[in-house]
């Protein structure tokens, strides 16, 4: 069943977080949704503008269509993922998104305000939730590349004053993160205080956590041996710091690295170890099962599990 973001964290608020995944090819889907049907988990599907290009809106749409059907058990949101004004207003026009999130947090605070403003009136007019940004994360993903010095934690008192002057469902806030492989280098980990000075001023509002790969080291190392050269130097966000934020109103957790390196992890050693195979649904399958016990137990760890 499609729901909106919002009807997903009305649920969730405090007690659990939704797991939001960056999909771009068929195997990913089939393993998400697989997951969500067997762990009676809500899940939040979503694409970036990058992963639309890519497979092409239609493509994804209808793979995204297809898994519901063949998964009917299943409680789930489409998001789109960090859009700018012509995805967003493309993706209402072509329909299948129940969320999106306006982008703008790169621009000084009363342009980001303008701009999520008009993408809430238009998607508010259709039924489909907005998550909006304060703060600026580092990293890259997708096409999206931000240099460490361009990078701030949100304000708490910036971030009531952004909530009720756009209208947004939902706010991504920076508090440490980024995207990425290469989140922390030493011991530094989420900024708890200032997310418990947000959820104070804004108590019950949803709040989303970017860059929430945890970079498992194991799938690192495993990498490495079978050819990847991934840097061993910095870690991703630790479970229990998420597991921390969840009661401080942090309702959406989105992941995209992990499952990339999932990806990586299989086709690499599928590779090594096969060195006379050619038939891609050999590491397909693999990857599809992998990728399923990845997400049971994320659902898990995020508390949803049997919540849909
Ligand atoms: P990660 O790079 O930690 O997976 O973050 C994903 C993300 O924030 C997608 O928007
Ligand atoms: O959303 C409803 C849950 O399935 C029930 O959660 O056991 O914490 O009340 P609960
Ligand atoms: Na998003
Ligand atoms: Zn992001």
């Not at 919002?6 to 697989?34: D, P, Q, W």
């Not at 059907?69 to 329909?95: C, F, K, R, S, W």
């Not at 303008?114 to 997708?142: F, M, N, P, W, Y």
């Amino acid at each position: 069943m499609l729901l909106t973001t919002k009807e997903l964290f009305e649920t969730c608020y405090g007690r659990y977080a939704v797991a939001a995944v960056n999909v771009f090819f068929m195997e990913e889907i089939h393993a998400l949704f697989s997951a969500a049907q067997k762990a009676q988990a809500p899940f939040i599907l979503q694409t970036t503008p990058f992963a639309r290009e890519y497979a092409h809106p239609t493509m994804l749409l209808k793979m995204i269509e297809a898994a519901a059907e063949i998964y009917p058990n299943t409680v789930y949101a489409v998001h789109m993922d960090h859009g700018t004004e012509t995805h967003i207003l493309n993706a209402l026009q072509t329909g299948g998104y129940s969320s999106v999130m306006i982008d703008a947090s790169h621009d000084p605070f009363p342009t980001n305000v303008a701009r999520t403003q008009l993408i809430v009136k238009k998607a508010h007019a259709l039924g489909i939730s907005v998550e909006a940004e304060l703060g600026v994360l580092t990293g890259v993903e997708d096409d999206l590349v931000v240099d460490k010095t361009q990078s701030f934690y949100t304000d708490p008192d910036q971030a009531v004053e952004f909530v009720s002057a756009t209208g947004c469902d939902s706010l991504a806030i920076a508090i440490g993160t980024s995207h990425g492989a290469y989140k922390f280098s030493g011991a530094q980990g989420l900024q708890m205080d200032i997310l418990q000075e947000i959820q104070n001023r804004l108590p019950g509002f949803p709040l989303v956590l970017h860059g929430g790969s945890n970079v498992n080291p194991e799938v690192i190392r495993r990498i490495n041996a079978a050819g990847g050269c991934l840097r061993t130097d910095s870690t991703g966000v630790q479970q229990h710091e998420i597991q921390a934020a969840i009661p401080l109103g942090i309702c959406k957790v989105n992941i995209a690295t992990d499952t990339r390196l999932l990806w990586t992890m299989v086709t690499r050693e599928f590779f090594r170890d096969q060195p006379e195979e050619f038939a891609p649904t050999t590491p397909g399958k693999n990857l599809m099962k992998t990728y399923e016990s990845f997400m049971i137990d994320k659902f898990q760890r995020l508390g949803s599990t049997g919540r849909s």
